[in-house]
């Protein structure tokens, strides 16, 4: 990115307060970058985490694999989920408070003794796969603002710093050289102011 600037001390000043603005924001821009990574990685532990204990509940009841064809699917719904909104490192993120279900009534003495177990699984396997979604949305929430962040980590710090700072220095050197021409300027003017004062001297004494 080209830093646009003219060769004037206003442009140097304006320059100079933009890389200050910069130089400021970058140790707390790298901060935010870095808890971000750590929550992504959290985030992330935490729907794997979710999706091993799902597995390891199905497996746990492998036995009633068999007894699934008997079972009415629609004897269990899920209703309504409560979310809240959480903030991380300043990113909003839902969180699961609770899962209500809707449960068809059924004949608990006529019903085989396997029932309230499974209705008990479903609600469970539900729950648990609802949480590892939530923990899914919120990594990748996480994450699409950690890339972001070090999207601009990369900007001030490759980019806009090393910018404005050639910018500045180049601005400097270009005043720096037009100090030293006026300056050689003045001198060269006084010289030959100097030679033709002389020069009158010498020319009045020979005329006297």
Same mark, same amino acid.
């Given at each position: 990115m080209a830093i646009k600037?003219?060769?004037?001390?206003?442009?140097?000043?304006?320059?100079?307060?933009?890389?200050?603005?910069?130089?400021?924001?970058?140790?707390?821009?790298?901060?935010?970058e870095a808890a971000l990574r750590l929550e992504v990685k959290?985030?992330?532990?935490?729907?794997?985490?979710?999706?091993?204990?799902?597995?390891?509940?199905?497996?746990?009841?492998?036995?009633?694999?068999?007894?699934?064809? @008997? !079972?009415?699917?629609?004897?269990? +719904?899920?209703e309504?989920?409560?979310?809240?909104? *959480?903030? %991380?490192? $300043?990113?909003?993120?839902?969180?699961?408070?609770?899962?209500i279900f809707s449960c068809k009534e059924y004949e608990l003495f006529g019903a085989e003794a396997w029932i309230p177990d499974g209705i008990s699984l479903l609600k469970k396997m539900a729950e648990i796969g609802l949480r590892s979604l939530v923990a899914t949305e919120k990594s990748d929430r996480l @994450? !699409?603002?950690?890339?972001?962040? +070090?999207?601009?980590?990369?900007?001030?710090?490759? *980019?806009? %710093?090393? $910018?404005?700072?050639?910018?500045?220095?180049?601005?400097?050197?270009?005043?720096?050289?037009?100090?030293?021409l006026s300056k050689s300027s003045q001198k060269i003017v006084k010289s030959r102011h100097d030679a033709q004062i002389a020069a009158q001297a010498v020319e009045s004494g020979v005329t006297q």
């Open positions: 600037f003219q060769y004037n001390k206003t442009s140097l000043g304006e320059l100079g307060k933009q890389l200050k603005i910069r130089e400021k924001a970058l140790p707390t821009i790298k901060s935010k959290k985030a992330k532990r935490e729907s794997d985490d979710y999706r091993k204990q799902l597995q390891e509940l199905i497996d746990s009841y492998d036995y009633m694999t068999s007894l699934w064809g @008997e !079972f009415d699917s629609g004897m269990i +719904t899920v309504d989920i409560t979310l809240k909104e *959480v903030r %991380i490192a $300043g990113v909003r993120l839902p969180e699961l408070e609770k899962v @994450e !699409f603002a950690r890339k972001k962040t +070090t999207q601009k980590v990369n900007l001030y710090e490759k *980019v806009q %710093i090393p $910018g404005y700072k050639e910018a500045i220095l180049k601005i400097k050197r270009f005043m720096e050289d037009e100090e030293n």
